[in-house]
């Protein structure tokens, strides 16, 4: 029974190396799969922020013209508002002089 433990035990060494070359090849295998990930992660984010900036800027650049249009607008409005004033004092001088 001892003479089999110790046929069992010979084989013993190299399993154990064998065991650690694969565990050395997982921890490989797994190094370069999260290098992987972290370079398609940065992809992605590099690609959403570039995305998103042009977004950010086309957006701007709609608000900055409605505000634009907007003080345009205002303007128009405050010269015709000024233009009734004068018309309506024009009218009350006119009874004024009767």
Do not use: C, W
Request: cysteine-free; charged content about 30%; glycine content about 6%.
């Amino acid at each position: 029974m001892l003479e089999g433990q110790m046929q069992e035990m010979r084989g013993l060494p190299e399993r154990v190396t064998n065991l650690g070359s694969q565990i050395l090849q997982l921890r490989q295998e797994m190094r370069d799969e999260f290098s992987a990930t972290r370079s398609e992660f940065r992809s992605e984010l590099v690609h959403a922020v570039t995305t998103l900036h042009g977004e950010l800027a086309a957006a701007v650049t709609t608000l900055s013209q409605a505000i634009a249009d907007t003080n345009t607008h205002m303007r128009v409005l405050h010269e015709d508002t000024l233009s009734r004033f004068a018309t309506i004092g024009e009218g009350r001088k006119s009874r004024k002089k009767r």
